[in-house]
C-alpha cells in the first residue's frame, strides 16, 4: 500500500514538473526576441553578409569563401561578447576587441593570399584616413 501510494505521488510530480517546464518553454517561445535560435541565425545572417562582402571586395575563391565564414561568425559573437561583458569599461573592451582582431588577422592569414591581405587592410583602413584627405579644399 505504502509504495502505491509513493509511486502514484512521485508520478504526480513528475508529470507536474513536466507540465511547468512544457509552460515555460511555451512563455518562452511567445518571445522570439529571446531565443537562441534567433540570435544565431542573426549572427549567421551578419557573418554570411560580412563574408559576401569580403568575397566581392577580394575575389575569392570558393574555398577561401567557405572557411572565413565561419571566422566572420566567431569573430562576430566574440565582439558582442565582448561589448556585452565590458560595456562599463572602455579600455578593457578595446584592449579585448583589439586581442580578437589580432586573432582574426592571423587566422585571415591562413587563408588568403598576401595580396588579398593587403587588400583587406587597406579596405579596412580607407574609411579612417578618407575624412582627413577629404577636408583638404579640393572640390
Known amino acids: 500500500m505504502f509504495k502505491t501510494i509513493f ?15 512544457a509552460q515555460m518553454a511555451d512563455r518562452l517561445s511567445e518571445h522570439p526576441s529571446f531565443s537562441q535560435a534567433t540570435i544565431r541565425k542573426a549572427v549567421s545572417d551578419d557573418a554570411l553578409v560580412v563574408t559576401r562582402e569580403m568575397s566581392n571586395r577580394l575575389h575569392l575563391n570558393e574555398g ?12 562576430i559573437v566574440g565582439l558582442k561578447s565582448i561589448d556585452r561583458e565590458y560595456r562599463n569599461d572602455a579600455e578593457t573592451r578595446a584592449a579585448k576587441a583589439a586581442e580578437l582582431e ?9 587563408i588568403l593570399t598576401p595580396s588579398q591581405l593587403s587588400q583587406l587592410h587597406h579596405g579596412s583602413e580607407q574609411p579612417a584616413t578618407e575624412p582627413s584627405t577629404s577636408g583638404n579644399g579640393v572640390g
Open 102 to 110: 589580432a586573432q582574426y588577422e592571423q587566422e585571415c592569414s591562413r
Open 64 to 75: 577561401q569563401f567557405l572557411n572565413l565564414l565561419p571566422l566572420n561568425r566567431t569573430k
Open 7 to 21: 509511486t502514484s505521488l512521485t508520478l504526480l510530480l513528475a508529470f507536474s514538473s513536466f507540465s511547468a517546464q
